[in-house]
């Protein structure tokens, strides 16, 4: 079904389709439109799961952690300080390797306190062991949904994820979405069949131990592995649902999903890198200076955690000019994004002149005429190393 | 060794690291009897996950997750909504934490679980102060008692203020069945976590435990010195069903053994029995009979 949907009632459509036994949230700007029209579906009898209003977001997650070990397809959202809150939970889950969804409408983090959009609030809890994946419409935000519950899931997996999506920018935005037909989803997606240990009376399971340092460093291992060999997981999962679900609206999302989207960077000298839906405008801009014959593309992140080393590089190898275009910085040292590719170009003697652009933090607009100034700036190898772009 | 009229069943195993004379240990295994097969077990970080579950060993013949210090009710909460779902109402979850997990860090959570109402038993194994990080107070611990970091001194009587109410937080947020039991009285505390755990909804066990670390007592005391904190009065065992009072003992303020008997077996409060300090022994044994005066006149008012 074609229709013109806010970007959180695609997530929420894509969660109710997913039949998730327990859903546990706090509400919190921008996210509220998520949980309020799944708290309406729940309400109107839409689907059947247990609703759980949470005291906050630490209650949401943990209570997610509760249904999960318990055995059903637990589903959470949140953002900015509710994701901080967070924080503590987010890396027992992952230790306790179980496969909790949530999507995070992107905001920045206070003070000052800010309810607009940035990548703050999930670049700082890159390191707690959950795949992340960004999304740049309405219909990718529906489908890596739908298929963050399929990679999490699986036994070879066994991770939990975080769909990100722009606060505002994307979450309160109308845009064309296709809704295929549930029968199809539930073919892509089965009912839940849980792949670990789970809370069962007949079967007692003790869950959450204490590891001690004989141990923990073997278990911590373990953990890598499993989110860096999901790499290839998430890829089958990215090709499976292309292949069942092809694209119905055009350029409302890839033809085929990857890890990285590469928008016109075959023969590109300058390539500017950024996720989310900032990526819009970036391709608009890209578009008008190759009108002009310029050899500019985009290499949009699908895939963030697992980092797709390989696609990055693949995309990479014979840039001349390297632009990150991103919406968070570590105090003291820069861009996250872009200390994470210059290792990596590193990494592969690659040596292409490089640029850090950090834009919109706190909802500040990111113009066509900010894109066109990176991409020169880059090319001309012009002024200091980090930009900030006012 | 088996207790005349308690389930001869073992949940929780021996082998486990507890100290010798632990409290708290008798508690949990004193819960897993009442709670039975059926059963899943929510724990909070503290000396029993620390001591029953070194990786990759167990204590546990229940199903039983700890997640972190301060979410085990909130883990209960999804726990429960699991099994709603799955349609195994009869499944218990116990959710249990120390006075740490209970009284102060997970309270904000506790509140949320029983504002909605969730179908959990939360039994707090109450010895008074942080004892698995090493003897730090907490809202439970008790006036004067001194910890590592409200110790007594020449300015200092211990800690300085009185035990959080909890049983009255909670009973303000309408739960059906809450009770105050101690493992000096075992068959009584069997009977009032049973009564728990079988009353739908969220309901509330604070369970009275010696620490033989943190209290300074003789570990073969550990059954006598929680016995004369009821027969001083100083730990009621009580219930508050549906919003009204029963104590079951003591039942007479006037024939209280005198705080002192209690005190005096405890290291924690070895000061306060010095001559110096007779007015804060004074002020003790005062507010421990005013508590107890009011719970009755509760009980008689049917309130």
Redesign the interface.
């Known amino acids: 079904m074609k229709e013109i949907a806010e970007a959180s009632h695609a997530i929420s459509e894509a969660v109710k389709m997913a039949k998730p036994?327990?859903i546990?949230a706090y509400p919190i700007t921008p996210q509220t439109h998520i949980v309020e029209r799944l708290s309406e579906m729940v309400a109107n009898g839409e689907f059947?799961?247990?609703y759980?209003?949470?005291?906050?977001e630490?209650?949401?997650i943990?209570?997610?952690?509760?249904?999960?070990?318990?055995?059903?397809r637990?589903y959470t959202a949140t953002s900015s300080q509710g994701l901080a809150l967070m924080n503590?939970?987010l890396y027992?889950v992952s230790g306790?390797r179980l496969p909790i969804c949530m999507t995070v409408a992107n905001r920045a983090l206070s003070a000052p306190i800010n309810i607009w959009n940035d990548h703050q609030d999930t670049m700082s809890v890159r390191d707690c062991g959950w795949i992340q994946m960004f999304a740049e419409t309405a219909q990718e935000c529906f489908d890596l949904t739908l298929m963050q519950f399929k990679i999490s899931e699986d036994k070879r997996v066994l991770t939990p994820s975080m769909v990100c999506i722009d606060g505002f920018t994307l979450t309160h935005v109308y845009e064309p979405l296709h809704v295929p037909k549930q029968e199809a989803v539930d073919d892509f997606l089965p009912g839940y069949t849980p792949q670990h240990a789970v809370?069962?009376?007949d079967?007692?399971?003790?869950?959450?131990?204490?590891?001690?340092p004989s141990?923990y460093m073997e278990?911590r291992y373990t953990q890598n592995k499993a989110i860096l060999d999901s790499l290839n997981v998430i890829k089958e999962v990215y090709q499976d649902f292309s292949k069942r679900f092809p694209v119905e609206i055009k350029n409302t999302r890839p033809e085929e999903y990857n890890h990285v989207e590469r928008y016109r960077t075959d023969d590109a000298e300058t390539i500017l890198i950024s996720l989310g839906s900032v990526c819009g405008t970036i391709k608009d801009v890209v578009d008008e200076l190759r009108a002009k014959g310029e050899k500019v593309g985009l290499l949009k992140l699908i895939t963030y955690r697992p980092f797709p080393k390989e696609s990055i590089v693949k995309t990479l190898k014979n840039a001349k000019n390297v632009a990150v275009v991103e919406k968070a910085f570590s105090p003291g040292l820069g861009g996250v994004l872009y200390n994470e590719v210059a290792t990596l170009l590193y990494e592969n003697q690659l040596k292409p002149k490089m640029r850090d652009f950090i834009v919109g933090l706190g909802g500040k607009d990111v113009t066509l005429n900010h894109i066109r100034e990176i991409v020169k700036n880059t090319k001309e190898d012009k002024g200091p190393v980090e930009q900030w772009m006012f | 060794m088996v207790i005349y009229g308690l389930p001869e069943e073992e949940y929780f195993t021996v082998g486990h690291r507890a100290c010798a004379g632990c409290g708290e240990a008798i508690a949990v295994r004193l819960l897993t009897k009442a709670a039975g097969k059926n059963t899943i077990l929510v724990d909070s970080t503290g000396c029993m996950e620390v001591i029953s579950t070194p990786y990759p060993e167990t204590s546990w013949k229940l199903p039983w997750i700890h997640g972190a210090f301060e979410n085990n009710s909130s883990i209960g909460t999804g726990v429960s909504a699991a099994l709603k779902m799955q349609g195994k109402d009869d499944t218990k979850v116990v959710v249990f934490g120390g006075d740490g997990a209970t009284y102060d860090i997970g309270m904000g959570c506790i509140s949320g679980v029983f504002e909605r109402g969730d179908n959990i038993t939360y039994v707090c194994t109450d010895n008074e102060a942080y004892m698995n990080t090493g003897i730090q107070r907490s809202g439970a611990t008790p006036l004067g008692a001194s910890t590592t970091t409200s110790p007594d001194g020449k300015q200092s009587i211990g800690k300085q203020q009185w035990k959080k109410d909890m049983m009255h937080i909670l009973a303000a947020h309408g739960s059906p069945y809450l009770a105050q039991a101690s493992i000096g009285y075992l068959p009584d505390a069997y009977q009032k976590l049973k009564k728990a755990m079988e009353t739908p909804g969220p309901t509330f066990v604070n369970l009275i435990c010696t620490c033989v670390p943190g209290w300074r007592t003789d570990p073969a005391q550990t059954i006598t010195v929680a016995k004369l904190g009821v027969e001083t009065g100083v730990t009621p065992v009580y219930e508050i069903i549906k919003g009204k009072h029963t104590v079951t003992r003591p039942r007479d303020v006037d024939k209280l053994k005198p705080v002192e008997e209690y005190l005096k077996l405890q290291g924690r409060f070895k000061h306060i029995l010095k001559p110096e300090n007779k007015t804060q022994l004074d002020l003790i044994q005062k507010q421990v009979k005013e508590n107890l005066a009011l719970l009755l006149e509760y009980e008689s008012k049917g309130l």
């Open positions: 036994a327990v546990a059947k799961t247990e759980i209003n949470s005291d906050s630490f209650a949401a943990s209570s997610c952690l509760g249904s999960s070990a318990a055995g059903v637990s503590e939970i027992i306790m809370l069962d009376p079967y007692p399971m003790t869950l959450g131990a204490i590891g001690f141990h278990i």
